[in-house]
C-alpha cells in the first residue's frame, strides 16, 4: 500500500510539472509581447509603459513570460516578475555556466538592434537549470527584453 501511494505521488508530481512546463511562454509570444512593448513606450512614454510593465498581474506578464527593460549601462529599469531588481545594475550578473548575460546582451545589441541570447537559468516551474533564452529589441537606448524556457 505505502508504495502504491509513492508511485501515485510520483506520477501527479511529474504530471502537473508536465503540465505546468507545457503552459510555457513560446518564442513567438516572448517577441510578440517585446513588440507590444515597444509600441507602448512609442505610444504612452517610458514612465506609462514602465508601470505597465511592472504589474504582475498586467497585460505585459503572461504564462511564465515577462517583460524587463535594461539600459546601456546595464541597469534595470523595468520587471514584470521582480520589482526588487528595478534600480540594480546586473552587468555582472552570470548564468549558471559563468556567461555574463546582461554584458553579453549589450554587446550583442551593440552589433543589431534586436536578437536572442541563450543562457543557463533556475525554471522557477520546474526548479532545474535549463535553456533560456531572451529576446531583445533595442528601443533608443534601452533594450526592451522576454526570455523563454525551451
Not at 501515485?8 to 510578440?32: H, I, N
Not at 528595478?86 to 550578473?93: D, S, V
Not at 522557477?124 to 522576454?146: E, F, M, N, W
Amino acid at each position: 500500500m505505502k508504495k502504491t501511494i509513492i508511485a501515485v505521488s510520483v506520477v501527479l508530481l511529474l504530471a502537473g510539472s508536465a503540465m505546468a512546463a507545457g503552459s510555457g511562454g513560446t518564442p513567438d509570444e516572448a517577441k510578440a509581447l517585446v513588440e507590444k512593448a515597444v509600441a507602448l513606450i512609442q505610444s504612452d512614454g517610458r514612465d506609462r509603459a514602465f508601470a505597465a510593465f511592472n504589474d504582475p498581474k498586467g497585460a505585459f506578464v503572461m504564462k511564465d513570460l515577462y517583460i524587463f527593460v535594461v539600459d546601456m549601462q546595464g541597469n534595470i529599469l523595468a520587471h514584470g516578475a521582480n520589482a526588487a531588481l528595478i534600480g540594480k545594475n546586473l552587468m555582472g550578473l552570470k548564468d549558471m555556466m559563468g556567461k555574463r548575460i546582461i554584458k553579453d546582451m549589450l554587446d550583442m545589441a551593440g552589433k543589431s538592434p534586436e536578437g536572442w541570447i541563450d543562457y543557463k537559468w533556475m525554471n522557477p516551474v520546474t526548479q532545474a537549470i535549463g535553456d533560456k533564452s531572451t529576446y531583445y529589441r533595442k528601443a533608443g537606448d534601452i533594450l526592451v527584453c522576454c526570455g523563454v524556457y525551451k
